[in-house]
């Protein structure tokens, strides 16, 4: 029973980790698990994990709360482009909720639909 508690969160991991995004392929090669972790849900479109979240997501390991911010934040000034944001459009994907806060999300939000609606022509 305790091995199958340990398995399930890696292999649910392993499984979010073949989505298919080029950008969570190319995540920095920044060492820290924590950096990788916010890089790669930005990129992924996902909102800011909380720590229980993470702990649940990573285990055991004590959560650098400060590291992960700064992937994520890494991650979004790689995803929230007018040019990503209209392709992820014209693929019908949904707006991606990492791009949600950010200065500029409204004019974001507009490439995206540009995208969205070539795509439905």
Sequence with gaps: MMIKLFLIPWALLLLAGCSGDDLAASAPSRDSTWHQAGYRDAVAGKAVRDNDTLTEWYGTLQVD???????????QA?????????????????????CDGIANAELLRQQWQTGMDRASH
């Design 78 to 98: 790689e995803l929230c482009r007018s040019a990503t944001l209209r392709a992820w459009g014209e693929k019908g994907r949904n707006f991606p909720t990492s």
């Design 65 to 75: 709360r400060e590291d992960y911010l700064s992937g994520y934040s890494a991650g």
